[in-house]
């Protein structure tokens, strides 16, 4: 009995790991092994050829791809801060709300429901720049007279997909850190009050240690699927004007599908692959870390 | 008493404060979708406006009956991308439950080694971008012959969505403790009995959520389905939104209305299982 029993847990995960190899692991490893091929999907037989890490070198002194990568790593810090900064916030005040927090919960998970992909599209439509919401709201306010062309330019298009890269994910950040809030005891806020502390030391040194982990969770959720921004930007402007807010992912689309160089886009593929782990990894070290902490005070 | 005044004062300021803030909050948020509704009941012409028509003058359903009325008529076949949505998510669901159920309750109920790797390691493959995956898959399924097909789409959604429901599942499993199954055990029923009459009845809500959520990233995908799919064989709602879009045109009020067809099986089953889904991710991760 005693010996039997160890392989309970492996035969119980044993589909588990047969899906995922089969349909993520053995793909890579494919991947791989291509992105060492000048493979092409319209000549089949340059699979075989052999090529070494052509593929890479051409890529590291590839100027588009280092602004692509340059780009994506910059919009997910400028995102993802201040998704985090404005879901505590928004965490917060629903948190303070003494009536009907149900219904401003429910409103709140409201962009969750939004596949990227819609909120992609509805974003390209706000931001249009001949009848979009946004130019028309700002033109009738007579802010400005003129058409602001947001998707057109480079810098006004990164900052139109930041945002709508931002509505969508921020109910996700607040959604958790309302938990945390929810879930934590309230007798170490009144120690701190009785003992003088002013609201935000109250905020900084009780209420943030104890709200952290929910908020790496969050991090940790939203960094496992950091390359849904590529719906976003597919849609909304396929990384035009002339590749200014051209993505990694978008990059990798492009090169693999409309230039049909696959090898050189698995190649890419690797270091976008190698930028979500290491978003994953860290976020995930730091919600160790911070779960370490609050079980240590509490 | 002057003090008092002043406290008084600055109270109310903070509530007035709160309420604006949050009521600016909650309009930012939900306006895009408001947005969308509206745009979908409008006559083009009204979308189209310069200077912009704010007040909706006349409101219709013309998008939907157009969009349902089939090819030709509506212009694209959203029945036919409906179905196949519908099947691949359901199906690819209850597969990626059933091996979510097994993993997570490994993870739950039992010690081994390399347990903590595993389960980093399962979440890795789910950080894999999906446009990076689709490169090879896309290769692979033509070599295999199931490009454009249905079972290809389901292989693929399960391998997605089989480490988020083990997430969560563990998460749930967790939450039932231990001794209730062990008290079944001594009753006299096997490890087995105990399972389906004990510790699944009570995290049958959490199951159904993981469920749920499975469903939805099905439901939502776009990056692997606009590589994997090709025809009306296989196509989904995502992919199918881009049907709208011409090479310089895009039709925004049917667009609109494709787009609130998504949102409301989305909208409905998010709000079913709003407070499981939270409870089951916090849960998992924070308790250890």
Redesign the interface.
């Given at each position: 009995m005693k010996g039997f029993k160890?392989s309970?847990?492996?035969l119980?995960?044993l589909?588990?790991i047969i899906?995922?190899a089969?349909?993520?692991?053995?793909?890579?490893i494919?991947?791989l092994y291509?992105s060492f091929t000048p493979f092409r999907?319209t000549r089949p037989e340059t699979f075989f050829v052999f090529v070494g890490v052509r593929n890479y070198l051409s890529i590291l002194s590839n100027a588009d791809f280092w602004w692509a990568f340059g780009r994506t790593v910059l919009l997910l810090t400028i995102a993802l801060n201040l998704e985090m900064l404005l879901g505590l916030?928004?965490a917060m005040?629903?948190e303070?709300?003494t009536r009907g927090q149900r219904i401003?919960?429910?409103?709140?998970?409201?962009?969750?429901?939004?596949?990227?992909?819609?909120?992609g599209?509805?974003?390209k439509?706000?931001f249009n720049d001949?009848?979009g919401?946004v130019n028309?709201a700002l033109?009738?306010l007579g802010i400005t007279q003129d058409a602001i062309p947001w998707l057109i330019e480079g810098h006004l298009a990164f900052i139109a997909i930041s945002i709508a890269e931002i509505?969508s994910s921020t109910?996700i950040f607040a959604?958790?850190i309302l938990?945390?809030l929810l879930?934590m005891p309230k007798e170490p806020i009144e120690a701190a009050r009785v003992d003088g502390c002013t609201p935000w030391q109250t905020f900084r040194y009780v209420t943030w240690p104890f709200v952290m982990?929910?908020a790496y969770?969050a991090m940790?959720?939203r960094?496992?699927?950091?390359?849904?921004a590529?719906?976003i930007v597919?849609i909304m402007t396929d990384g035009g004007p002339a590749g200014r807010t051209e993505l990694l992912?978008?990059l990798?689309?492009r090169t693999?599908?409309s230039d049909a160089r696959?090898g050189l886009?698995?190649a890419m593929?690797?270091f976008?692959?190698l930028l979500?782990?290491a978003?994953?990894?860290y976020f995930?070290n730091k919600?160790a870390a911070a779960?370490a902490q609050i079980?240590a005070e509490w | 008493m002057d003090e008092n005044a002043s406290a008084r004062l600055t109270r109310r300021a903070l509530t007035v404060a709160h309420r604006v803030g949050l009521f600016l909050a909650m309009f930012v948020i939900c306006l895009p979708g408001i947005w969308i509704v509206l745009s979908s009941l409008r006559p083009t012409v009204e979308i189209m406006a310069k200077p912009p028509v704010w007040i909706p003058q006349e409101l219709s359903f013309d998008a939907y009956i157009a969009m349902f009325s089939g090819i030709g008529k509506g212009g694209i076949p959203v029945l036919d991308y409906f179905r196949n949505s519908l099947i691949i998510s359901v199906t690819s669901t209850v597969i990626a439950v059933a091996i979510g159920m097994a993993g997570g309750y490994a993870f739950a109920r039992y010690r081994f080694r390399g347990k903590s790797g595993m389960f980093l390691g399962l979440m890795l493959t789910r950080t894999v971008p999906g446009i990076a995956l689709s490169l090879p898959l896309f290769f692979l399924y033509v070599r295999l012959g199931i490009i454009d097909t249905h079972i290809g789409m389901i292989l693929a959604y399960v391998a997605l969505n089989v480490p988020f429901t083990i997430w969560l599942i563990d998460g749930f499993f967790r939450q039932v403790p231990k001794d209730l199954a062990e008290a079944a055990q001594i009753d006299g029923c096997t490890r087995w009995q105990a399972f389906w009459q004990v510790e699944f009845p009570l995290a049958r809500p959490g199951i159904a959520s993981a469920a749920i959520f499975a469903f939805l990233t099905c439901w939502n995908e776009f990056a692997l389905a606009s590589q994997l799919t090709r025809s009306v064989n296989s196509k989904t709602l995502p992919v199918g939104l881009l049907d709208y879009t011409a090479e310089f045109t895009i039709d925004w009020r049917g667009m609109c209305a494709l787009a609130v067809v998504m949102i409301i099986p989305a909208l409905t089953l998010t709000y079913i299982v709003q407070k499981h889904l939270v409870g089951g991710l916090t849960s998992g991760a924070v308790k250890g």
């Open positions: 160890p309970a847990p492996f119980l995960l589909p588990a899906v995922l089969a349909v993520v692991v053995l793909p890579l494919l991947s291509s999907l916030g928004l005040l629903v303070k709300a401003l919960r429910t409103l709140m998970m409201f962009p969750m429901m939004f596949s990227p992909i819609l909120v599209f509805q974003f439509f706000m001949n009848i919401l028309n033109q009738s509505w109910s959604i958790l938990a945390g879930a982990p929910f969770i940790t959720i960094s496992l699927d950091v390359a849904r590529y719906d597919k992912w978008t990798v689309g693999a599908y696959m886009a698995n593929a690797y976008s692959i979500s782990i978003f994953t990894v995930y919600l779960r079980g | -």
